[in-house]
DNA sequence: CTGTTAGCGCGTTCAG
DNA sequence: CTGAACGCGCTAACAG
């Protein structure tokens, strides 16, 4: 690794004036400046960014730690944050936890303290599961800036975003409604019950509005890929069944191709929508209609506000947001 | 942020005192020890990351740099990369360079000098394309240590992890046509050129074997998802085929749906062997068979290798290895 | 126009 | 047992 020690001896010269000259500070001439600057590329001269960090006390720089890279939530949510901290010239760093509270915990430590500026995360199943906070606790009080998003907890006081998954069912309930079902399903995949409570209280509201009965045959909860066409199979054969929204990535998709295979016609006879994005909709034949969480904005959004926390510097408790955005239905071929 | 200073000062002691007594040294008596420990949990002194590595010139950090986040494949090789680092006290740091050339430029600026000890890359399809490999030879030339996986250069010397798509291909065509069938399609949703050469000629080389012909018609190139599904419609209509074989991560899974509603039995009339893994293999009914590329396997491997590099400073040239891994075939409900 | 010095936070000598 | 001094690579204030 070469450094401005290095240059410096080889040129004869000090090392402020190789750092200068680096910088086109107005100290250096002209020639001077070249030939530094010649030197620096021959011996592929990069500034160390430790040293950098160091000295500025700022990185401007990133962290952003999430539980599961093979969502394709998170993955957008991804996309937003490096964009919007890319207008904002800072550059984004990614740890992924892997649900693991342990994971989590080390993820911040190796990141804290010097190799970011501030954090953007979502907390693991399992952290929120055993309200294990202590950590992220213990690094706001060292003043770091954080920023929560989706995943989030009442025992920690930050600037959150969060979305609005009760309206995302309620909406998406509603117009399975209108277009004249009447006999409703509720399909979730979901690992941790809390997060699960509010998508289905969106389409308990919704029922509730239409004076459309709830009936807990008509919910189904699943915990695993494993045995979930099987499952699906007697859920759908069982009911009496007309339409069917979906709280999670994939059950959607598994439904609609089960669906099809025992003869259901789709949408005629099951109108299906799901979560997701344009991309995975593609996925399934009709074209599955699907609520978006919009990840990118909230990407943007968290990295907006956590930039503005580490610039003002202004870490009033008091004075913490909490934002929450709505989804929108995207309307296919499938409802 | 609490530094050595802060607690130094706080305590009427030393800086260096500190500093041993949270290293536990034995030049540190066991009171002092105890008092600097307490104030240092009050404090939440956690060391300062970018002093740690400009100290010890070493970040025991593993950089990762991936063109697409979205891509299953990737995602489980990271999920490789960060277990086997974590098993050589390693901590995982990822960008993405979302398949940009000038976005994976900057990401290797991030992460160089200083915020981690090593590499482990796959080009972006851009820097691919246009054979920009500068970059990564002024990176090499500062003597980092850098393995490439998948998307690799020729141009570039230095450790390799590739997959054998051609075999890959081989061994799925083979399957089919040892289970009977004859009028085998090959489908591929491919952006780069360069990339899907392999598996066609793997899909060739087994018709070959085989003494079937090859037919130019039965080769589908799709480039995005758009219309996919009214090419594969008529793909499938127009011509003679019971079985197919895909080449990337969609088209399998698209094809058995399409198929399906055109009223064909998968996999009685049409046998369809695509990429991907256990989960993504839910995603159809029946569950689709697929080409298993072994990412955690190719993850763990690069990182193994990596780690030797740093750790053994051997940097001389003639000694880097090109390792070709092997897929599997995972036989499923749709072969 | 160029060089010297100090300090960012840390651990490690080496003196005391 | 404790502390002062040094250096990692860098920049900025200050001399010359």
Chains 1, 2 share one sequence.
Do not use: W
């Not at 500034?47 to 957008?76: D, E, R, S, W, Y």
């Amino acid at each position: 690794m070469t450094t401005l020690k290095d240059l410096a001896k080889l040129l004869n010269v000090s090392i402020s004036t190789v750092s200068k000259a680096l910088n086109d500070s107005d100290d250096i001439g002209e020639k001077t400046k070249i030939r530094v600057k010649e030197a620096a590329e021959l011996y592929n001269y990069t500034p160390n960014q430790m040293a950098l960090g160091l000295k500025n006390n700022q990185t401007k720089t990133i962290g952003v730690i999430i539980p599961n890279i093979l969502n394709h939530f998170f993955a957008k949510v991804i996309f937003g944050i490096e964009k919007a901290a890319r207008q904002h010239s800072y550059d984004t760093i990614i740890c992924i936890s892997h649900e693991k509270y342990a994971s989590e915990v080390n993820s911040l430590e190796v990141l804290t303290n010097g190799r970011v500026d501030g954090f953007i995360m979502s907390l693991a199943s399992e952290t929120l599961a055993k309200e294990h906070v202590n950590h992220i606790k213990t690094f706001k009080k060292a003043d770091q800036a954080l920023v929560l998003f989706d995943r989030v907890s009442e025992k920690i006081t930050c600037d959150k975003i969060i979305i609005d998954d009760e309206q995302s069912l309620y909406k998406a309930t509603q117009h399975l409604i209108k277009n004249g079902r009447q006999n409703i399903a509720f399909v979730s995949q979901i690992t941790n019950l809390e997060i699960g409570k509010l998508p289905l209280s969106g389409y308990r509201k919704a029922l509730k509005k239409a004076d459309l009965p709830f009936d807990e045959q008509k919910v189904l909860k699943l915990s695993t890929s494993e045995n979930a066409h099987q499952l699906m199979k007697g859920f759908l054969l069982s009911q009496d069944i007309d339409a069917i929204v979906s709280a999670d990535n994939t059950s959607g998709i598994m439904l609609i191709n089960t669906a099809k295979d025992l003869g259901f016609e789709v949408p005629k006879d099951i109108a299906v929508i799901g979560f997701g994005d344009e991309e995975t909709s593609y996925l399934t034949y009709p074209q599955m209609s699907y609520i978006n969480q919009n990840p990118e904005e909230i990407g943007k959004t968290a990295t907006e506000l956590l930039i503005q926390r580490i610039e003002n510097e202004t870490n009033d408790q008091h004075n913490f947001k909490t934002i929450k955005l709505s989804t929108s239905l995207a309307l296919r071929a499938t409802s």
